[in-house]
Nanobody, 114 residues
Framework: QDQFVESGGGLVQPGESLRLSCVVS????????MAWYRQAPGSQRELVAR???????NYADSVKGRFTISTDNAKNMVYLQMNNLKPEDTAFYYC????????WGQGTQVTVSS
């Protein structure tokens, strides 16, 4: 059964960095388009970053130049390096694939506040 377990979130100040991790099971990371999504309070879940099996990446305009998605195929994990965090990055962050699988993980909460 496919499963995603996210971690690495926390409370940080604007300008600081976080690295999110996602342990993936039931899905082979190296052959799928992996993605990070986020959902802020009162908002719909949005796609933040994705990486194809060929390592092509795409980012939402709001995070371009600040966030980097990567994978570790040996560990079957996905990461999201987030630099220069802004208050508007505050959200729960989830990993999944494209197309989305229905079994979402618990997510990891990121709060950016001074």
């Amino acid at each position: 059964q496919d499963q995603f377990v996210e971690s690495g979130g926390g409370l940080v100040q604007p300008g600081e960095s976080l690295r999110l991790s996602c342990v993936v099971s039931g899905v082979v990371v190296r052959v799928r388009t992996m993605a990070w999504y986020r959902q802020a309070p009162g908002s719909q879940r949005e796609l933040v970053a994705r990486m194809t099996p060929n390592s092509d990446t795409n980012y939402a305009d709001s995070v371009k130049g600040r966030f980097t998605i990567s994978t570790d195929n040996a560990k079957n994990m996905v990461y999201l390096q987030m630099n220069n965090l802004k208050p508007e990055d505050t959200a729960f962050y989830y990993c999944n694939i494209i197309p989305i699988l229905p079994n979402w993980g618990q997510g990891t909460q990121v709060t950016v506040s001074s």
